[in-house]
């Protein structure tokens, strides 16, 4: 009979279930974060449902007279732009472009930063020192300047700064990884995994990948944030995608219209909170995870 | 020494690279330079000789050569609009961003420190339920978002600072460091450094907590613990030595990042900076400069990732000084 | 006995999620003022978390929940912390494991050992100094090296170091914690001469914490076998190793493998120590124990069965019929 | 009676970090972690490699399980050379010699259940699926961790120590092996469980007639399961030869000190100053001639002139001494 | 000839390139559906206005069955498409700036739409009519000012008839100034321009101790060089650094500045009179040397490719004597005293000969030659300038016409609601370039009243549609006609300008009163959305499922801008 206690069955939940509760109950901040997520995410789904107005009409008031500068009211939320745009209408749209501009991003950024550092840190040799090398000048090159450059070498547009924005950040997350595959590698279960005949590759996917998920899935949150802060900046700059209803062009047109002086905080608060709620969702996603991350912390 | 040999020639290379990608991403991407100068009275000729007057006739490869001698020289080239060489140009404007970089992360860091340090303890209280999301927040605000709203209330609003620019209108100085000494342009600096500082201030002070935090459950503290070292001891000379590495570290790699980053910030306060240089060469199609600018702010970022390591290795005698028997 | 220290029923409760987790419970055992006692058990037995608490450094989540240990009269577990602060290595001091990372690593040695000398002992630096060298001397280290950096040193040589920053204040009790367990055996027999040597030379008392019968039996004095957060029995250590009145010291005994006898099975002790979440009531080692009976289902007490040699087991009485038993293997499996 | 698995002049050199002289003068020092090791195993018997941390021995098991490429030398299994086969190839070796940890807490994937750990290496192997579960349960059976079912849907994190070793042994025996690497496979171990798992391992090697490689640093243990031992220090096989004799009668100096060196469980020990002087030396800079010979209190001229090589002493013993 | 036969000359013409609707079609039939329109224009982080503009224009368009869509480019790519691509787009977003030698209306009539211009120059919509050709070429030689008035009505009217472009608005330009610094009368408002003006500049007086006039500029000042202007900042300095022959007044007609007077002997003969005791900043005097060689120098091999195109109606330049400088044209110029005597800067020959000695043997010209601190003879001097910054100059105490501040400082702001706060600090105090919410200005100056004072005026320059002429539809006259009647003007200048602006229907600005037919926006053909369509109906196009249709028999042959 072996030894009773380390055998002893905990409750009859099952695993996941368990896992989840708990989850919720010592990761408040993650919570938050996923809370704001699915927040956001719906609003994107059901966007056309809850927007007002066509977020791109110009409004009139009568013949010839653009609906500038409304207030807010019932039929306005949060009134209109000095183009005549109904503000509320493009706030909900606008979360669809974050979520798409943010979820593109940060999932080219897992998926290259994850395979190159899994590739890196497992294979070693001259593929290391090549996806290093790759990573290292990429480092060298100044984020948001890149981006800019880019966008305005090419035609502006979500395309190409989600590129860009991949492009720069995946040296990061492959860093990351990589140096956790290094430690590993060196775990005796994928030794032993090498010594019962598996392939390189399955040890890569199978074995050691699942374990560098959550800590992909943490740079993709934190990337996620990045790739939207960029949008913005972007837009503010003039770089943006001028074809899109993002946030970022929210604050530039309203900050172009001096929103600011005229004291319309309705059309230039909004965006920025989504922008910071978004970003900060990600954040507090990944720090729900730091206790997952470094164990060493938790008491 | 073989370290240091080591990473200046690692360096060197990731300069020679993105040297190399910024050149051909100047000469491969679409767009014509000579747009600059439509007019009414533009030609065919005259675009031709423009073209011949900046080299851009020449095949690529010629190009390429003799744009690696001139970097080589420290010659970036002349302005497409100025006129004036690109690097005149630049050095005009590195000392005001220079000055808001390390202001601003001097302050950041000055106070990312402490707090985070003060955080580390304060783990598990209602400070620590404020601090972090607060932290957080200010990480996740779009910096000229930030920028304009403190810009609204302190300098339009309450008039305390001044709207934009680096000096009064028309101040003389004596001299450049004269000049980023006075009072006036201290003054003009104040804003822009604390926005900046405001958006920076969030990862040394995360940045802090987490090292303290893991420092804290170090043998070695317990170790002084039991030593019956006073808390200040415990605190100052061994956890905040141990902990300051990475934050170190960190403000190396964040002067170099800044020195790009900023930006918007510079855009926001009007203030005369290499982002803003990048900026209005980039909209302006003005290459040469905005290759110029650009390289500028990668060799700075490659320099401080430079630094960055080094200072890390120096700080750290488990590196920097090699294990004898 | 004059004891050094005195510990009784001792406690220490760790706040986990699911309730408190007994990692000691109960402990007793007395420290005379000279000599080596050994605190001997498996991992997870209590005996690293009765070190720590005896210095005052659990973790957070752990606290003591009962008992004293009275250490030259006055009790550590109710002493404020100012009072205890000022017997910490002045009286008490601590020789940790040498795989821990307990040397600052950013600090030379001679740096970590001007702390101690001049911030809690009150030495000039040029004492400091002076005193340093000895000390190095004293583990065997060349003075020259207190210039080096912890990193620059090999592990056992870094063990020597930790040895002499625990002699600086000449302290009345050294409390060592698995000092030697990640050493290979040359070392560890030289760091084990160095304690021992020190030991004799400055009549001090010492406290090895180990889970090697055989350190205990090459080092020690007196030996404290501890079960799941409990001692089961204790005293002198040829008393306690040549005739073992508990099962599970009869058990350790022959479940090692002996350099310098021949052939046969090792016995093992079949099973696991029980969780110290919920632990059952009765005696600790009743389900691995071949000789259980139902009155183990009682609390047996730590009582003296032998003059100096205490025992917490009903059928102590019996031991000498039943160490021939514990010796084979059939004994134990089942 | 044939080896079946041997140890052809086994070399490992690590390139070492260079300092900015060694640059200049174009050098590029190795450190020798494994520095000419012949050995060999015969179906049914076990050798213990025993030394101190860095002598090599883990690297000399590594390099017999092919888990590195020897510099030079070669490892002979059932008489084929399998030091150059890669990929594909290597399969068949592997499923014949296997490893069991030192640490079992971290030598099953924690995200897979004991059966998934289990049958992994069948999978790889091409054992078809229809008889892995009865592979599974006879290795557990050989293990002694019956009934399997109360084991086989757990996580890694679900088990004790003893129990987790168990599972790893059944791991390496579920291929079938004709031999088998152990390396410290109980150092991580609770002393109370460590007989049992040691139990395990001989049963299995007498039942199955493996050739078995333990690698310790603890000379009592090995004593316990080979007959035969080899020393290492500083990547050299220094003795080797029945256990019992040459714990009896050490004929190199460094036996003679680890064997004193040894706690054994017994009072009244000789606690006489060790025959051994000052610590490892660095690699990099080994004396000239023999490498024990700065801290052996035997050396006399002739052992910095010269390295001696290991020669026969007695029947079936050798030594790398020119006093043995 | 007169006016209406030309008209009809030119309509004729016109039409007759384009696609004639085949009229024994029967009512109802149509042709293919028009292919999807790209409208494109710059983004609107860029140009706010112009991209509002478009926007509204497309959901009018759409109206008339068109798919419009918006298609927001870059500055550059826009102008690569426009201008090196000129059969692939559709129509273009475009304008034209004003600048004080526009105030002369030939660079509009000539530059724009002469068939000259069609392959490289500026009439990249490709305008082919030889009528219209004729009148451009007769007005640029018709000296006396009543016929040659008449002819640039005409030459409107023809335009008007053509629509080769859909005119929006001319912008009102919106300026204000700090009258506690400045004597409010001491303002000068140019016709066309406002008060950011040169005459402005030397005539605003300080009220109080601060004597610096402090105006903002969006853009960095470029480059300061008498041969070389990089973008409008640069010539509101080099403007004041550098005195020229004369200079367009305050009533928009050039008067004579440097030159004390201005006779015209005969049609292509000009001798300019110097004014005495001129000096350049370095206290040179200025000599008739000088000035001919200011005028040789842009003329020489490509050295100033930006100048070049002024002084090639020039013959010849002499010095006649000390104080005369006499101009022999090639042929009879209306505009060379507002284009070319109103816009050649007068530079010192010591100073530049050398320099255009050197640049000859290498591949620069004298644009990238940068004086470290230039010398002109202006009303202002050189201080200093940094990038981004601010450009100062100072009051020059020796000049005759000597400003009334102590110096001009240009501060370069980009940030709008920063501009503004910076004006309401006092940090600047004349508000010169503001492309912001006109309202806030007017809110502040009103209450403010004693401290801010607002001055608008009619732009010379004008906001526009570009059509592709070479591409079907836009090659037929009717169509464009239709489009541009479908533009309200009203509604451009009041929810895309904020009200900043006037309707606009003619390249020549009302702000040049001489010159401007002011009946001309009542005249669109068409005149609005309905009109519009009765127009497309009238010349055969269908309405077919909500989509508009070609002519009966007429294909859609042009493949869609991509």
Known sequence: MPGASAVARRPVLPGFVRATLGFLRRQPFAVAGLAIYLLFIVTAIFADQIATHDPREILFRGAYRVARYLPPSTTHYLGTTAGGRDVFSQLVHGSRSALQVGVTAAFFVVVIGTLLGLLSGYLGGWVDRVIMRIADIILGLPFLPFVLVISALTRPGTTTLVASVALMLWPNTARVIRSQVLSLRERGWVEAARVTGCSTWRIIFVHIAPQVAPLAALYGSIAVGWAILTEASASFLGFGDPAAISWGLMLQDAFANQALSRGVWSWFVPPGLCIVALVLAGFLVSRGSEKLLFPKLGD | ??????????????????????????????????????????????????????????????????????????????????????????????????????????????????????????????????????????????????????????????????????????????????????????????????????????????????TMLEVLNDEFIVMARMKGLSRWAIVMRHAARNALLPVATAFALGLGSSFGGNVVIETVFSWPGLGRVLVSAVQGADYPLAQGAFIMIAAVLVLMNMVADLLYAWLDPRVSVGARR | MDALLDVRDLAVHYRTAAGPVRAVDGASFTVPAAGIVGLVGESGCGKSTLGRALMGVLPRAASIAAGSAVFEGRDLVTLAPAERRKLLWRRLAFVPQTAMNALDPVQRLSAQMQEVLVERGGLSRAAAGTRAAALFAMVGLEAGRLRDWPHQFSGGMRQRASIALALALNPALLIADEPVTALDVIVQRQILDVMRDLQARLGLAMILVTHDVAVVAYACDRVVVMYAGRVVESGPVRAVLEAPLHPYTMGLMNAFPDLERAGGELVPIEGAPPSLLNPPGGCRFAARCPFAEARCAQDPALVEHAPDHQVACWRAPEAPALRPLASEAATWAR | MGALIAANDLVKAFPASRSLRDMMRGQRPVLRAVNGVSLEVAAGRALGIVGESGCGKTTTARLLLRLEEATSGSVLFEGQNVSALRGAALLPFRSRVQLVFQNPFDALNPRFTIRRSLAEPLRNFGVPPDQQEARIREAMGRVRLDPPEAYLDRHPHELSGGQLQRVVLARALVTHPRAIIADEPVSMLDVSVRAGVLNVLRRARDELQLAAIYISHDLALIRYVCEAVAVMYLGRIVESGPTAEVIAAPAHPYTRALVAAVPVPRVDQDRGDLPIRGGLPDQLNQPSGCAFRDRCPLAFARCAEEAPPLRAIAPGRHAACHLA | MNRRSILLAASALAGFKGLAPAPSQAQGAAGDPIRPLVLITRPQAAAPAAYQAAELIAQEWRKLGLQVELRPLPNQQMSQVVWYDRQRWDFTMWQMVGRPERGDPDEMVYNLLHSANIATGYNFVGYNNPAYDRLAEAQRSELDQA??????????????????????????????????????????????????????????????????????????????????????????????????????????????????????????????????????????????????????????????????????????????????????????????????????????????????????????????????????????????????????????????????????????????????????????????????????????????????????????????????????????????????????????????????????????????KAWHDAGIVGRVPGGNLDGAKRLLQEAGYRVVGGRLHYPAGVRETTTPFQ
């Open chain 5, 147 to 512: 016929r040659r008035q008449q002819i640039v009505r005409q030459v409107q009217e023809v335009v008007n008839q053509d629509q080769p472009y859909a005119f929006l608005v001319h912008p009102v330009n919106l300026h204000a100034f700090n009258k506690q610094v400045f004597v409010e009368a001491s303002a000068v408002k140019q016709a066309g321009l406002g008060i950011r003006n040169f005459w402005n500049w030397i005539s605003l007086t300080p009220a109080g101790a601060q004597r610096d006039i402090i105006v903002n500029s969006t853009e960095p000042v470029k480059a300061t060089n008498p041969f070389y202007v990089s973008g409008a900042p640069d010539s509101w300095v080099t403007d004041l650094i550098w005195d020229r022959l004369m200079r367009v007044g305050p009533d928009g007609l050039p008067q004579p500045w440097a030159a004390e007077r201005v006779v015209q002997p005969d049609a292509t003969t000009i001798d300019c009179v110097l004014r005495d005791g001129m000096a350049f900043h370095n206290g040179d005097p200025v000599t008739p040397e000088d000035v001919v060689f200011s005028f040789e120098a842009p003329g020489v091999g490509n050295e100033s490719p930006m100048y070049r195109p002024f002084v090639q109606n020039i013959a010849s330049v002499t010095a006649t004597d000390a104080k005369t400088v006499r101009f022999k044209l090639k042929r009879p110029d209306a505009a060379f005293r507002i284009a070319v005597l109103a816009k050649l800067n007068i530079v010192q020959k010591k100073i530049w000969a050398p320099v255009l000695a050197e640049y000859q043997g290498r591949p620069e010209n004298l644009e990238s030659y940068v004086e470290a601190r230039p010398i002109g003879s202006g009303p202002y001097r050189f201080v200093r300038s940094r990038v981004n910054e601010e450009v100062v100059l100072e009051a020059n105490p020796n000049h005759w016409a000597k400003p009334k501040a102590d110096r001009w400082i240009m501060r370069i702001m980009t940030n709008t609601e920063a501009t503004l706060g910076a004006f309401r600090r006092g940090e600047i105090n004349v508000l010169a370039d503001y492309f912001g919410d006109p309202d806030l200005v007017k809110e502040m100056a009103a209450q403010n009243p004693r401290l801010i004072a607002v001055r608008e005026e009619v732009d010379i320059g004008f906001q526009f549609v570009g059509m592709n002429l070479r591409r079907a539809p836009f090659s037929d006259a009717a169509f464009r006609r239709a489009l541009s009647a479908a533009v309200n003007r009203e509604m451009m200048a009041g929810a895309a300008w904020n009200g900043q602006a006037v309707p606009a229907n003619s390249m020549v600005s009302p702000a040049l």
């Open chain 2, 1 to 210: 020494m073989k370290r240091f040999g080591a990473r200046v020639a690692h360096a060197g290379f990731v300069l020679w690279a993105v040297a190399t990608l910024t050149f051909l991403l100047f000469r491969l991407m679409p767009g014509d330079p000579t747009l600059n100068f439509l007019s009414d009275s533009f030609s065919e000729e005259m675009r031709a000789d423009l073209l011949q007057s900046f080299g851009l006739d020449k095949p690529l490869p010629e190009q390429y050569l003799i744009y690696l001698g001139s970097l080589l020289r420290g010659d970036l080239g002349v302005s497409f609009l100025q006129k004036r060489p690109v690097l005149d140009i630049l050095l005009a404007a590195l000392p005001n961003t220079a000055a808001l970089t390390v202001t601003a992360l001097v302050i950041a860091y000055a106070f990312g420190i402490v707090a985070g340090a003060f955080l580390a303890f304060a783990r598990g209280t209602v400070t620590e339920g404020i601090a972090i999301p607060a932290a957080l927040i200010t990480r996740a605000a779009p910096e000229f978002w930030l920028g304009m709203l403190l810009l609204s209330w302190l300098s339009f609003a309450w008039g305390i600072f001044p709207s934009g620019g680096a000096n009064v209108a028309g101040s003389e100085f004596t001299s450049e460091w004269a000049r980023l000494t006075s009072v006036d342009f201290l003054w003009h600096l104040v804003l822009p450094a604390l926005t900046l500082a405001l958006y920076l201030q969030g990862l040394p002070l995360l940045l802090m907590r987490a």
